[in-house]
């Protein structure tokens, strides 16, 4: 008899015969969005894709590099906002709301982020934060500054385990939270444009 939890996955019938790091990839997301980051092992992945272990360890050397390659492939997905309508701090906020959105699919995967911030910067993220905000008129200190609050912010509201039924509420009140920092960053940047042209 097994414990609750330690269930074995169905092996994919329908997996490609040829096992490679985008198969694994997709397989380790699925068990994510399914069991939480705690939920996925190097086994666990292997009976998934109806492999033996070594086969899975001879792409991926173990779990910590498995979800840099699963924070990679999640980090693709999020795309710059237009800039269509010259609103740069919307264009952070839309990027922010987009990682928040992504991140929040996969449970655990934020907390994992927050807890290895060194080894899972992106500099395409970063960059795609930075760069509306200093055509805004922010410098780049400042800049990094603003995305490093938003992470803070983002990685303290997945944290949080929100009560059944107030799911709306907390959505709510994290983009207010990024709203706030955003539009505070622009006051400033507004105020200091302002002061320097008198």
């Known amino acids: ?44 992945l292997s ?17 910590d590099e498995l979800l840099r390659l699963v924070a990679a492939d999640l980090y693709a997905r999020v795309e710059p906002a237009d800039d269509t309508d010259g609103d740069e701090f919307g264009q952070a906020k839309h990027v922010m709301l987009q990682i928040h959105d992504v991140l929040a699919a996969y449970p655990g995967m934020a907390a994992h982020i927050a807890q290895n911030i060194p080894e899972f910067a992106s500099a395409h993220l970063t960059k795609l934060i930075t760069d509306p905000l200093q055509a805004a008129g922010l410098s780049a200190d400042e800049a990094g500054r603003i995305v490093f609050t938003l992470i803070l912010l983002n990685a303290g509201h997945m944290l949080i385990r929100v009560p059944a039924g107030l799911e709306d509420q907390a959505a709510a009140a994290f983009e207010e939270g990024v709203d706030l920092i955003l539009r505070g960053a622009q006051t400033r940047s507004q105020h200091r444009s302002v002061n320097t042209v008198d």
């Open 1 to 44: 008899m097994s414990a609750p939890g330690d269930e074995q996955p169905p092996a994919a019938a329908d997996r490609p015969a040829g096992l490679g790091k985008d198969t694994i990839v997709a397989a380790s997301l699925e068990i994510i969005a399914e069991r939480g980051v705690p939920g996925l092992s190097m086994r666990v």
């Open 47 to 63: 009976q998934r894709l109806g492999v033996a272990l070594g086969a899975t360890y001879r792409h991926v050397p173990n779990k």
